[in-house]
């Protein structure tokens, strides 16, 4: 849609139009059309027409209000490729015709230590998420990528290898990050026994940039059936969890373990695996607290941490690697018309491993 309005913000006005999305008004409403308004891109804007847009569970998460706080109408997506159609007159970094992504952010403070640091992902003032937080400009909430278009500033935009399937890349914007950032940090590589707990849209990445990375990786299920698509995804090793004796074959023998599983679990199954100065990171998201043992951890100086996205430059740098490696997400491609049944199907763990709306579907 082209109609353009003029809103008043902070005593500037915020050149505004208005593009198609899909959204909910409430949490208990399905996901529908609805319409919102963009800002005309500023200086140091962008303006990216979005192609695909990846599926996250935080998406679902949000649009049912189960973290609370959620503000409605709310239109979910952080997993967002498309291409430049608009450019602000200060823009360096991109042009039109030019392909582009967004992740989980779109500004930060800018000027605490930790965004001078390159890690917006943990902004003191708190980052500017690319869906339901404050948005500064129109004075509303920020809206996601399940839309036409998106507008941002170009610090947060990011270069989309084009070697790489345009839909499979989506997923690396969330899922991509969140198990690179970990598995770069504590320096994963040659010569390392890895292990990676649970097969789905976050495992499955951590073990295609595990053994990018050169590691040897264990993939560690609960899933009979997941274990041959393991394999297929890279990893050495595949162990069911439940098996006492295939557990105890990588007793104190892991360097490292990156636990995906959002359910509650025995982290300390996992913790006693590490060989000394190993480390278990978290970046599943378990609704109730896991009990530590203390002897899960003393004896062998073990660790046990917690890892979210990366910052923009991390990020960039992820996509640059993936684009090196030819690694993408394993993705199922929907119309946006099907996002209330991926819904529900996301809920039963019924897809491998990501779902990908082609944004086509929203424009015809």
């Not at 036409?148 to 989309?160: G, H």
């Not at 991509?176 to 598995?183: E, R």
Request: glycine fraction near 10%.
């Amino acid at each position: 849609m082209d109609t353009i309005r003029t809103m008043a913000e902070g005593g500037t006005s915020a050149r505004t139009k208005e593009v198609r999305a899909f959204g909910t008004e409430a949490a208990t409403a399905p996901l529908d059309q609805l319409n919102i308004k963009r800002r005309i891109p500023k200086p140091h804007d962008v303006e990216i027409d979005i192609l695909y847009c990846g599926v996250c569970h935080s998406d679902l998460h949000t649009a049912r209000n189960e973290w609370h706080g959620t503000i409605y109408p709310c239109v979910p997506g952080h997993e967002i490729v498309g291409r430049v159609v608009s450019v602000g007159d200060h823009v360096t970094k991109f042009k039109v015709g030019d392909l582009a992504a967004v992740g989980c952010m779109v500004d930060s403070c800018r000027e605490c230590d930790y965004c001078n640091e390159g890690l917006e992902q943990y902004c003191a003032e708190g980052n500017i998420q690319t869906y339901n937080s404050p948005d500064k400009y129109l004075g509303t909430q920020t809206y996601g990528g399940y839309s036409e278009s998106i507008v941002v500033t170009e610090s947060f935009v990011l270069r989309v290898p084009e070697n790489l399937d345009l839909a499979a890349v989506a997923p690396l914007l969330c899922a991509g990050i969140t198990t690179y950032s970990p598995l770069k940090h504590w320096h994963v590589g040659p010569g390392q026994k890895v292990g990676v707990v649970g097969l789905g849209g976050l495992g499955h990445m951590a073990v295609k940039i595990a053994k990018a990375m050169g590691a040897d990786v264990i993939v560690f299920t609960t899933s009979p059936s997941k274990v041959e698509d393991a394999k297929r995804l890279g990893a050495d090793e595949v162990v069911l969890s439940r098996d006492e004796t295939q557990m105890a074959k990588y007793a104190g023998k892991l360097h490292f373990v990156l636990d995906a599983v959002s359910a509650e679990h025995d982290i300390n199954a996992y913790l006693n695996l590490l060989r000394v100065d190993g480390s278990l990171v978290l970046v599943g998201a378990p609704e109730l607290p896991l009990p530590v043992a203390a002897f899960s951890l003393i004896p062998s100086r073990r660790s046990f941490s917690g890892s979210m996205i990366g910052g923009i430059a991390e990020t960039q740098e992820m996509l640059d690697f993936c684009g090196k490696h030819n690694i993408v997400s394993d993705i199922e491609l929907i119309n946006i018309q099907q996002i209330n049944e991926a819904y529900e199907r996301l809920l039963k763990g019924d897809v491998k491993y990501r779902f990908v709306i082609d944004m086509a579907s929203l424009k015809n």
